[in-house]
């Protein structure tokens, strides 16, 4: 699966198998990597590419942002952050039920960036 980001558009290839799929930048919520797999969210759906983590970042606009080792985040679609201080701080997405951590090492980098999108 290859993902490729029309700039001028603000979407993004996917291709999978004999199928493309044509996503629009804006419906990522969030990207991440597990068992060496890149996986590309939206609200309600789960897409696979190939490309690595940091392909993926230097492709994407500059609202998505690292949040931790294996994970890039849509900045515009975070709907919460729940910092406890006893576990890793959780983030929601707006009008999805998926959620997903963020590293402590990118939280205060992240609260500012969502600070200053809004």
């Known amino acids: 699966m290859e993902i490729h980001v029309n700039p001028q558009h603000g979407s993004i290839e996917v291709s999978q198998g004999k199928e493309l799929i044509f996503l629009k930048v804006a419906e990522i919520i969030f990207i991440e990597i597990s ?3 890149t996986f590309v969210h ?13 392909e993926c970042l230097k492709q994407l606009p500059d609202y998505f942002m690292q949040i931790g080792k294996s994970q890039i985040a849509n900045i515009i679609e975070i709907a919460s952050i729940n910092k406890s201080l006893s576990s890793t701080p959780r983030i929601t ?5 998926k959620s997903t951590w963020v590293s402590r090492k990118y939280y205060k980098a992240l609260l500012n960036k969502k600070r200053s999108l809004l």
């Open 42 to 54: 939206t609200r309600d759906k789960i897409y696979r590419s190939r490309l690595n983590l940091q």
């Open 35 to 37: 068992d060496r797999k």
């Open 93 to 97: 997405f707006h009008q999805s039920e």
